[in-house]
T-cell receptor
Framework: DGGITQSPKYLFRKEGQNVTLSCEQN?????MYWYRQDPGQGLRLIYY???????QKGDIAEGYSVSREKKESFPLTVTSAQKNPTAFYLC????????????????FGEGSRLTVL | GQQVMQIPQYQHVQEGEDFTTYCNSS?????IQWYKQRPGGHPVFLIQ?????EVKKQKRLTFQFGEAKKNSSLHITATQTTDVGTYFC?????????FGAGTILRVKS
């Protein structure tokens, strides 16, 4: 089945440690996104990528890093520089906005819930 | 930065009552999407509206895009407990979808 897979589902880390969240899609989508969600709040964009080997900062990129070496993969690293990393992280993909007049439907993974102890 | 204004922030209704949530933008939009996120789940796409004044229906859900393409609404007729969740109307700004806080819907049975 086509879809988007995030791992791990739950992750605990100590302060000062970096952690990498995995996001893989087999939908052949060019665009991929990382959002952060805090309890009772909306989704805030961290990074997005519209094509392999290229990505842009979203609204809250500080303390995070990404790579896009393959079309199907868009891992997110939460670094020790991120002041308040405990949150629910959501990865999504869509057809490239460049192929349409506007961004298409976002397909979300099930999310990764990170807790910093 | 860009902001998505959605009201109400929270609504608690009796099962069988109708429910409406509204989204507003200060700028003209090319399109608007709607998503539903169940408690503990991830957002799931409901619909995309692109034409001025467009109205689309999905069973008990009615979606509308304003004539000026600056606002949109989602109306649920006769709510059911399965409608519980947060409804988002992300707006597109420069190939990015910007999500607001959404409207949290709770349904009393």
């Amino acid at each position: 089945d086509g879809g988007i897979t995030q791992s791990p589902k739950y992750l605990f880390r100590k302060e000062g440690q970096n952690v990498t969240l995995s996001c893989e899609q087999n939908l052949n989508h060019d665009a991929m996104y990382w959002y952060r969600q805090d309890p009772g709040q909306g989704l805030r964009l961290i990074y997005y990528s519209q094509i392999v080997n290229d990505f842009q900062k979203g609204d809250i990129a500080e303390g995070y890093s990404v790579s896009r070496e393959k079309k199907e993969s868009f891992p997110l690293t939460v670094t020790s520089a991120q002041k308040n990393p405990t949150a629910f992280y959501l990865c999504a993909s869509s057809i490239s906005p460049g192929l349409a007049r506007y961004t298409g439907e976002l397909f979300f993974g099930e999310g990764s819930r990170l807790t910093v102890l | 930065g860009q902001q998505v204004m959605q009201i109400p922030q929270y609504q608690h209704v009796q099962e069988g009552e109708d429910f409406t949530t509204y989204c507003n933008s200060s700028t003209t939009l090319s399109n608007i999407q709607w998503y539903k996120q169940r408690p503990g789940g991830h957002p799931v796409f409901l619909i995309q509206l692109v034409k001025s004044g467009e109205v689309k229906k999905q069973k008990r859900l009615t979606f509308q895009f304003g004539e000026a393409k600056k606002n949109s609404s989602l109306h649920i007729t006769a709510t059911q407990t399965t409608d519980v969740g947060t409804y988002f109307c992300p707006m597109e700004y420069g190939n990015k979808l910007v999500f607001g806080a959404g409207t949290i819907l709770r349904v009393k049975s």
